[in-house]
């Protein structure tokens, strides 16, 4: 059984939000609906670094295990997807999940919620593969025309990997012996050339 | 004086009755759940297969809280990178708000059945007198049973969208359950707008009379309305019980506001953290609330004899007054307005 995973290469991603457009244009997402967005945290600053972040298809997800209405399931591939057509829009995803994955279009009057949208993994949802039903509610199953998901195949820097985890996690892998190589190479501490470093990452982060 | 007769002999039976099919129907939903709680719908195969990010997401959380930064997606929290407050709201939720209040309520409903069961109705010593005395106007009427309506709705629609996982999705299916759930969403919604006017003509309507007044309430309170000691103790015009049951509404109420008016609005730039907080203070004051309203209804309804009547004709029987309301009654007695029926009055 595999489970599909994304991965954001800090070293690598430059913000160009290549895999927001990718994803919107893919999926035509109603407006004010972001299935990805980059994060750039010390931006300007020594440090800075960004990330890719949508829905991490958690294996147990905080969303599942809270919706009122059971929306959710995973799939073979791992893959947590929700069915629209049971979801209520309460909102209660949003509270659980720690990455900001949900997101709702306003509905009605009172910016009311609509029903849930998130990454699908470009897997759809639970409708007929590839139907235009599926299209209007999910946006595009590319995954069930044997493709990965589009923000992850658009990178332009290949900082964002989507796959089997296994896979994602070797090719990570293989990055930071290289890097680690080059680094010494060049007598840098390995300690201040990766994300978790505190030594050259003080300060604070701009809003 | 025939019809009255008629619906003394009758009363009884068909009370037990309604008392015993609104407690099934409270507590029944409850059972199945019960068993559904402890299951874990967690996958552990899923869950062996390790994340690639892992180590880079607690390298996120571990540089010194610093997870917040900008983004070009504009939004609520977009720049925050992970936000895991929501574990801590995610598990009082489901361990703690489910189970406990299921317990409470299940609780309280068994202690009235109970109490029924081996004492029985709250009878009017003296007997009927066939003398009316006014109680409640018209318009005091109105604001209660408007309240009762948007109150029940509300309350109804609250606990299927807290329970309805557990206990009516394997009786409906998720299909069934959607469409239960959407209608008590939208309800939610709408009733809740209703409640902010009901509850203020509530808290106006009944202000002066339920102020506490602590020589009366207070000996009220320390004999237990009489359960305690035998005697009756002396009573106003709603007793202490009565003036907490006033201030649980009104508190509760406000707090139920409040916190539903958060989450009702997503649109104020309100994050994630005071959601969570917003609907776990909108859960405990629910219960706390939902389960003082069983004890009401028990009292107001078969629980004793002579009380509904006040609330439905505005009227109540002058034993009756004399032996909960003593005080009131001499108040009435004393301005001459024994006998003379609420909707004569005005």
């Not at chain 1, 750039?40 to 809270?66: F, N, Q, W, Y």
């Not at chain 2, 059945?113 to 010593?125: A, E, N, Q, S, T």
């Not at chain 2, 602590?214 to 709603?238: C, E, R, T």
């Amino acid at each position: 059984m595999a489970a599909m995973k994304f991965y954001c290469d800090a070293e690598r991603c430059i913000e160009c939000n290549g895999c927001v457009t990718a994803c919107k244009n893919v999926n035509e997402v109603p407006w004010g609906v972001n299935r990805r967005r980059v994060v750039t945290i010390k931006d300007g600053e020594p440090g800075e670094r960004s990330l890719s972040v949508a829905c991490m298809h958690c294996a147990d997800a905080p969303c599942a295990a809270v919706c009122p209405v059971d929306c959710f399931y995973t799939t073979d591939d791992g893959i947590v997807l929700h069915d629209k057509d049971i979801c209520i829009g309460c909102g209660y995803c949003f509270y659980a999940c720690p990455f900001g994955a949900p997101q709702f279009p306003t509905d009605g009057a009172f910016a009311s919620r609509g029903k849930m949208d998130k990454c699908t993994f470009c897997a759809g949802g639970p409708l007929e593969d590839n139907s235009s039903e599926e299209f209007r509610k999910y946006g595009s199953n590319r995954i069930a025309e044997g493709k990965l998901p589009a923000c992850a195949e658009m990178c332009a820097t290949k900082a964002l990997l989507a796959g089997d985890a296994d896979m994602v996690s070797e090719i990570y892998r293989k990055r930071v012996v290289n890097r680690a190589q080059a680094a010494l190479g060049k007598g840098v501490q390995l300690r201040n050339r990766n994300f978790g470093s505190k030594v050259d990452m003080k300060g604070k982060a701009t809003n | 004086m025939t019809m009255t007769t008629t619906r003394s002999s009758y009363g009884p039976l068909m009370l037990k009755g309604m008392l015993a099919t609104v407690l099934l129907v409270l507590i029944l939903p409850l059972v199945p759940y019960v068993f559904a709680v402890n299951t874990d719908a967690s996958s552990p195969a899923a869950a062996s297969v390790p994340n690639p990010g892992a180590d880079l997401w607690r390298a996120v959380r571990q540089r010194d809280s610093i997870t917040a930064g900008i983004s070009q997606v504009k939004g609520v929290e977009t720049g925050v990178l992970i936000n895991p407050s929501g574990k801590a709201w995610l598990e009082f939720r489901k361990e703690k708000l489910i189970p406990y209040s299921a317990y409470v309520f299940a609780g309280i409903a068994s202690a009235l059945l109970l109490y029924f069961l081996l004492h029985g109705r709250i009878r009017i010593k003296e007997g009927r007198s066939g003398v009316l005395v006014p109680r409640y106007s018209r318009y005091e009427r109105w604001v209660h049973w408007i309240m009762v309506v948007v109150f029940m709705a509300l309350a109804l629609t609250g606990v299927i969208l807290l329970y309805g996982r557990f206990v009516l999705i394997p009786l409906l299916g998720p299909e069934g359950f959607h469409v239960t759930a959407q209608l008590s969403k939208w309800l939610h919604d709408i009733m809740g707008p209703i409640f902010i006017i009901s509850l203020l003509f509530m808290a106006f309507s009944f202000f002066r009379e339920a102020l506490f007044n602590f020589k009366v309430d207070g000996n009220w309170l320390l004999h237990a309305g009489g359960y305690l000691g035998g005697k009756h103790p002396s009573s106003g015009k709603i007793n202490a019980g009565q003036k907490g049951w006033y201030w649980a509404v009104v508190f509760g109420g406000l707090a139920l506001i409040g916190s539903g008016l958060v989450m009702y609005f997503p649109n104020f730039q309100q994050g994630r953290e005071i959601m969570q907080d917003a609907n776990m203070i909108h859960g405990l004051a629910a219960v706390f609330v939902i389960a003082f309203m069983f004890i009401h209804i028990y009292l107001a309804s078969v629980g004793m004899e002579g009380s509904l009547e006040c609330m439905t004709s505005g009227n109540c029987d002058e034993n009756w007054a004399e032996e909960q309301h003593d005080l009131w009654y001499e108040e009435m007695k004393e301005e001459g307005r024994i006998g003379i029926p609420s909707n004569r009055e005005q």
